[in-house]
Every structure is written in C-alpha cells, then in structure tokens.
C-alpha cells in the first residue's frame, strides 16, 4: 500500500512540475515551425510538375483558402524527405497555423468570394513552396 501511495504521489510531483515547466505553444511558435520546415524541405528538380499557387497578391480574408490550397498539394511536391514533407503536411493542417493566417471576422469572410484552388496559375515546385512561405511570413508578421 505504500508503494502504490508513493508512486501516486511521485507521479503527481512529475505532473506538477511538468505543467509548471511546459512552455505553451503560441500562434507564433507554430509559425515558426512552419516556416522552418518549408526552408528546410529541399525540392527535386523536377520541371515537368506543375502545381496551382495563390500568389502574393490573394486577398486578405482568403489566406485561409490559400492555405487550404497549399496544403492539399503539399504531398505531391518532389522532395527527397517525405519525413519532413508529412510534418510540414501536419504542420499546416493544425487548427493554430490555420487560425493564425485567418485574421478576418466571419463578417469579413461572408464578403469575399475566395477563388478555387484550381484557379490559382499553374506553377514550379520551387516557386510553390516560395509562395507558401511567404503566406507564412505575412501571417507571422501581422500576428501581435
């Protein structure tokens, strides 16, 4: 009975001094993981892949969309790390690197019409992955 007292009682002391110890994860942290994961994910050369790319130029409510947009192709861009290729796929379908790009009210959102991802232009691996992560980095700099 003892044993099992103190086991309890060392697992709550370990609980404890790991939530006071744990550093919470921020919108921008998870931005910055994001973005380093994109810089570091070397693309093959590969000049007859083509993938849709919101451009620098989307609008602002509809980041969301574009993100959305990268990330569904995010799997199908030539790369010798598929490792780093799946966390970064994870990486962006997280609920905070999500909210954290959308910066808009539901109200805002009701009136822009966001294009399809299939409408975006049709672009290289390498210049896909320039867009994204410059999506990423103006996310990043308007977050407070």
């Excluded at 790991?18 to 590969?46: C, F, G, N, S, Y």
């Excluded at 602002?60 to 790390?81: D, G, V």
């Amino acid at each position: 009975m003892k044993t099992v007292f103190s086991f309890v009682l060392c697992a709550l002391l370990a609980m404890t001094y790991w939530a006071e110890t744990a550093h919470a994860i921020t919108p921008k942290d998870m931005l910055q993981v994001a973005i380093r994961q994109v810089t570091q994910l070397k693309i093959m050369k590969q000049t007859d892949s083509l993938f849709h790319s919101p451009t620098n130029g989307i609008e602002e409510c509809c980041a969301r969309s574009a993100l959305e947009c990268f990330n569904s192709q995010m799997l199908n861009i030539p790369t010798s790390n598929k490792e780093l290729q799946n966390k970064l796929h994870k990486t962006l379908r997280k609920n905070m690197t999500v909210t954290s790009v959308d910066r808009c009210t539901v109200e805002e959102k009701a009136r822009v019409k966001c294009q399809p991802c299939n409408s975006y232009p049709m672009i290289d691996s390498h210049e896909f992955m320039k867009n994204l992560l410059s999506l990423l980095q103006k996310a990043f700099i308007l977050l407070p």
